[in-house]
């Protein structure tokens, strides 16, 4: 079975830190994924990651930075956490050599204060 | 823009009755195409992929795909209150490997 694991499951911060959100899956997936999700929303990518050391912008990157130094690891970086970033976070892994699915991990429910 | 477009419920079935999810995208070069399941609070969970025309069935669900027309339904047969929660429709429109996710369709089942 796939597993993606992300480090915590809530996640409590204030205004102006600096989070770190920590993703890892045990497929030897090539692509990984990070997406927020919010009511009325749905789910909008953040980055994305073909392979080690790359990364791509999603849709809403402002506010956002990524790392992937090693495949089975992406973690997701807020420079400075705001109230407006209050969210589900998700990761995703995927693979064409599985058609381009997607397999979620748990989310991280992040609040803000 | 390319977009996924579903209902979004809440759609009402009764227990043992068929529910039947629809989705309709705007590329018409989309290559693969994806349901989810997402119960209150929870990740989204695959349980459908379809890539060619026509229909593919896995126990109670069966996935129909119509490239022509630009649609893809789910259908769940002898529907349980367990299946109860937001299917979403996801799609990859073949340019890389990024998927455009429906906002989904909340399902509820009468018992």
């Known amino acids: 079975d796939v597993k993606v694991t992300q480090s915590s499951r809530y996640l409590v911060k204030r205004t102006g830190e600096k989070v770190f959100l920590e993703c890892v899956q045990d497929?030897?997936?090539?692509?990984m994924f990070w997406y927020r999700q919010d009511p009325g929303l749905g789910l909008r990518l953040i980055y994305f990651?073909?392979?080690?050391?790359?990364?791509e912008k999603g849709d809403i990157p402002e506010g956002y930075s990524v790392s992937r130094e090693k495949k089975e690891r992406f973690s997701l970086i807020l420079e400075s956490a705001s109230t407006n970033q209050t969210s589900m976070y998700l990761c995703?892994?995927?693979?064409?050599?599985?058609?381009?699915?997607?397999?979620f991990g748990p989310g991280t429910r992040l609040t803000v204060t | 823009q390319k977009e996924v477009e579903q209902n979004s419920g809440p759609l009402s079935v009764p227990e043992g009755a068929i529910a039947s999810l629809n989705c309709t995208y705007s590329?018409?070069?989309?290559?693969?195409f994806f349901w989810y399941r997402q119960y209150s609070g929870k990740s989204p969970e695959l349980i459908m992929s379809?890539?060619?025309?026509g229909d593919k069935e896995d126990g109670r669900f069966t996935a129909q795909l119509n490239k022509a027309s630009q649609y893809v339904s789910l259908l769940i047969r002898d529907s349980q209150p367990s299946d109860s929660a937001t299917y979403l429709c996801?799609?990859?429109?073949?340019?890389?490997?990024?998927?455009?996710f429906g906002k989904g369709t909340r399902l509820h089942i009468l018992p």
């Open positions: 497929m030897d997936h090539e692509n």
């Open positions: 379809i890539y060619s025309n």
């Open positions: 996801a799609v990859n429109m073949g340019r890389d490997d990024k998927i455009i």
């Open positions: 995703a892994s995927g693979s064409v050599r599985v058609g381009q699915e997607q397999y």
């Open positions: 590329d018409r070069g989309s290559q693969s």
């Open positions: 990651s073909y392979d080690v050391k790359m990364k």
